[in-house]
């Protein structure tokens, strides 16, 4: 055998070791870990301790001590190929006991758990979260997963896989998507260590050659331990899907224009009414003034009217004259008479 041929073989048996050991990791669960609905081929063993062969569920603020379980299931049979099934444990979520021959509780064996998927689209050409919105076609783009299935790497030493799913206009779905640099970057079994989780820019949108405009369809999906194939539920082993409009123009530019050319029109009616207004108002307002000089002229008009009374008031003293001069006359005559009777009375 050829050293080169030898060197491969090594290589091989060194992958096909970690690949292994990595599966083994996964499928293996510690007393306390949590195993999510839908998993199967795990190994509880070292979960359930060397004797006990049953498990049980306690309802919140139950006497674990002191009462008996809600739920009970014998493991005994399916130790190192358990399922976490829907039909089971659905409903019952949080910590499952160990149970001794007598029923009662001997610690904790796992802890079970609704998987939860959520997929949000961030184009980094402009920093903004695009999810189901619209991007400008040359933008680049990357994922954010937001899951509690990154427990998994912390608990077992190894990532749950989840595959994110690109469906162009066309059809069909991506297996890996082309980034600026022209390197196609897989999209297929991302290991997920950490939530949320962020991709690099893996996508460039003015890629045409293999992005057509159009509307994409983009969720993302996770089957470690066949948990999606006995458990496909939106939300739980797969994101909701959500959509992607990939477009040279604005979709919303058709509209502002729209809106905005019947304002311009608006603008320049009230414009040349503006105008307007001020040429005619001149004219106008010479007119409204005349009328209005004529009303006020009416009042006046009637005043004289009342002044020609106080015309004859002020030629009263001009009628006094002849009314007092016969009064006065007779005040003579009489004054005459008086002094003409002493006269007559000193004589005699």
Do not use: H
Not at 40 to 55: E, F, N, R, W, Y
Request: charged share 15%; net charge neutral.
């Amino acid at each position: 055998m050829s050293k080169s041929v030898q060197i491969l073989t090594i290589l091989l048996l060194g992958t096909l070791f970690l690949i292994v050991s990595a599966q083994g990791a996964i499928s293996t669960i510690s007393a306390g870990n949590t195993v999510f609905l839908g998993e199967q081929g795990l190994d509880i063993s070292p979960a359930m301790g060397s004797v006990d062969t049953k498990i049980g569920w306690w309802a919140s603020g139950a006497d674990i001590r002191g009462s008996a379980p809600t739920q009970t299931i014998d493991v005994s049979s399916r130790m190192n190929s358990f399922m976490v099934s829907p039909s089971e444990f659905s409903g019952y979520p949080g910590n499952w006991y160990r149970l001794d021959s007598s029923g009662s509780a001997d610690g904790i064996a796992f802890n079970v758990a609704d998987p939860q998927i959520d997929l949000r689209v961030e184009d980094t050409t402009v920093t903004v979260d695009v999810t189901d919105k619209w991007v400008p076609t040359g933008d680049v783009i990357r994922f954010r997963i937001e899951t509690n299935l990154a427990q998994i790497n912390s608990q077992r030493s190894s990532p749950a896989l989840i595959t994110i799913k690109v469906q162009p206009p066309s059809g069909g779905e991506y297996s890996s998507l082309i980034n600026s640099a022209g390197t196609p970057v897989s999209i297929v079994d991302i290991p997920i260590s950490s939530t949320p989780y962020t991709t690099d820019s893996i996508w460039d949108t003015g890629n045409r050659a293999n992005y057509a405009p159009g509307s994409y369809r983009i969720w993302a999906e996770c089957n470690t331990n066949k948990m999606k194939d006995n458990y496909e539920q939106t939300g739980k082993t797969i994101s909701r899907k959500i959509s992607l409009l990939n477009q040279d123009q604005n979709p919303l530019i058709g509209s502002k224009v729209q809106t905005t050319a019947p304002t311009t029109t608006a603008t320049t009616k009230l414009t040349t009414r503006a105008t307007t207004v001020p040429v005619t108002t001149t004219p106008p307002t010479t007119t409204i003034t005349t009328p209005q000089i004529t009303s006020p002229t009416v009042p006046p008009t009637t005043v004289q009217t009342t002044v020609e009374p106080s015309t004859p008031v002020t030629s009263v003293p001009v009628s006094p004259s002849p009314t007092k001069t016969p009064g006065f006359e007779f005040v003579l005559a009489g004054i005459s008479l008086i002094i003409g009777a002493i006269v007559y009375c000193k004589r005699n």
